[in-house]
């Protein structure tokens, strides 16, 4: 992530096709911007896959059904994406 977030900051959208572990954000790549040291893609969150577990784990604490964390999810507009 931390590479991803370099790319970004300094517009390198070329070398951030060229580097295998953040090519995959090279079509939105425009689309991107760190605020608070925090990747986002428009206005959703891109959550690290080191953290998505965690990010899940957290929504569904406290709920006994499975389509409310469903639905903060969404409402909180995350995205997660397979590799980082």
Known sequence: MSKLKEYIKSGSQKTC???QRTKQFSQVFSELCVLD???WKGYKV???RSLQKRVTELSHKGH???TLPKQLLR???YI???SI
């Open 80 to 82: 997660i994406l397979p």
């Open 64 to 66: 006994q059904c499975m």
């Open 75 to 77: 409402l909180l507009k």
């Open 37 to 39: 040291d925090i990747v």
């Open 17 to 19: 096709a060229e580097y």
């Open 46 to 48: 891109v959550i690290p």
